[in-house]
T-cell receptor, first 109, second 116 residues
Framework: SQQGEEDPQALSIQEGENATMNCSYK?????LQWYRQNSGRGLVHLIL?????REKHSGRLRVTLDTSKKSSSLLITASRAADTASYFC?????????FGTGTKLQVIP | DTEVTQTPKHLVMGMTNKKSLKCEQH?????MYWYKQKAKKPPELMFV???????INESVPSRFSPECPNSSLLNLHLHALQPEDSALYLC???????????????FGAGTRLSVL
């Protein structure tokens, strides 16, 4: 399987703290994306980083990509209760998108 | 309008039934996807349509039959399913930008399928 691995599998933090999730993958990629899923419903795209980029920011999100280590991290700063969800990294290679195993984040008010 | 609409939201079917899942988008996207997601697992790609032609089939059993009647519609026809096919089926669409290496997918809310 080309599925990526994410860690931690689950993360519980207090509101206002930062949350960091890591993703490792196996093959070369065109880009890496992060998605959020609430309660087993549809996924929402958060941020995309291309293979020639190292860092990207969007609001409270910061993503890094290290293609030499085939790894990425997602940092959510100043977390809110509404950030409670599952977060998936997804690698894309020639139209095929492969999702990582996911991190379940719980933000406690 | 950034919405992908999937119907029905829930579906219960027997192993001898034939049913169809429907997905619709009006964003002008030319790529559409079917994913299967089991509980507590990531989505797994099943099929990709690009410009209304099947471009990727991830070795999905023939009891799942995709169809793309036009650029806005994607169907998944189901026949003789097994209980292990029970899952959340997600549809997505994207406007692939090969030049910028961008392929952001917009997902529907999914159809929760139970096979008895």
């Amino acid at each position: 399987s080309q599925q990526g691995e994410e860690d931690p599998q689950a993360l519980s933090i207090q509101e206002g703290e930062n949350a960091t999730m890591n993703c490792s993958y196996k093959t070369s990629i065109n880009n890496l994306q992060w998605y959020r899923q609430n309660s087993g419903r549809g996924l929402v795209h958060l941020i995309l980083i291309r293979s020639n980029e190292r860092e990207k920011h969007s609001g409270r999100l910061r993503v890094t990509l290290d293609t030499s280590k085939k790894s990425s991290s997602l940092l959510i700063t100043a977390s809110r209760a509404a950030d409670t969800a599952s977060y998936f990294c997804a690698t894309e290679r020639y139209q095929k998108v492969t999702f990582g195993t996911g991190t379940k984040l719980q933000v406690i008010p | 309008d950034t919405e992908v609409t999937q119907t029905p939201k829930h579906l219960v079917m027997g192993m001898t039934n034939k049913k169809s899942l429907k997905c619709e988008q009006h964003m002008g996207h030319r790529a559409m996807y079917w994913y299967k997601q089991k509980a507590k697992k990531p989505p797994e790609l099943m099929f990709v349509y690009s410009y209304e032609k099947l471009s990727i089939n991830e070795s999905v059993p023939s009891r799942f039959s995709p169809e793309c009647p036009n650029s806005s519609l994607l169907n998944l026809h189901l026949h003789a399913l097994q209980p292990e096919d029970s899952a959340l089926y997600l549809c997505a669409s994207s406007q692939e930008d090969l030049w910028l290496a961008k392929n952001i997918q917009y997902f529907g809310a999914g159809t929760r399928l139970s096979v008895l």
